[in-house]
């Protein structure tokens, strides 16, 4: 079964920077979405960040505009998430994902996390003030 493995989490001080990779088994999602997740203490698990990996199209969350960025190396299939300006709010663990379908299929429920058939063992993110 093809796996996604995600790295990069980790403690730091309100305005740092971070970088998470989301690296897949296999090379099975070259033409489908791929997306980011989190999921706080006590909070349901949000949409972040989707990238369509093939034609570069992204979507992000309004709490993420401006401040992450999602972005793929089609030489390995790895999915990064850059986070900069981190606040103490975006503690949670972060999953990434992947879709059985390309983005232009999943259409404007990207932010959907039933439309991802595939999900990382997810990495903790913890912005200490």
């Known amino acids: 079964q093809v796996q996604l493995v995600e790295s990069g989490g980790g403690l730091v001080q309100v305005g740092a920077s971070l970088r998470l990779s989301c690296a897949p088994s296999a090379r099975t999602f070259d033409t489908y979405a791929r997306a980011w997740f989190r999921q706080a203490p006590g909070k349901e698990r949000d949409f972040v960040a989707v990238?369509?990996?093939?034609?570069?199209?992204?979507f992000y969350h309004d709490s993420a505009k401006g401040r992450f960025t999602i972005s793929r190396d089609n030489a390995t299939g790895t999915v990064y998430l850059q986070m900069n300006s981190l606040k103490s709010e975006d503690t949670a663990v972060y999953y990434c994902?992947?879709?059985?379908?390309?983005?232009?299929?999943?259409?404007?429920?990207?932010?959907?996390?039933?439309?991802?058939?595939?999900w990382g063992q997810g990495t903790q993110v913890t912005v200490s003030s």
């Open positions: 994902a992947a879709a059985n379908r390309p983005l232009y299929y999943i259409g404007g429920t990207y932010y959907n996390q039933r439309n991802y058939a595939y």
């Open positions: 990238i369509n990996p093939s034609a570069g199209s992204v």
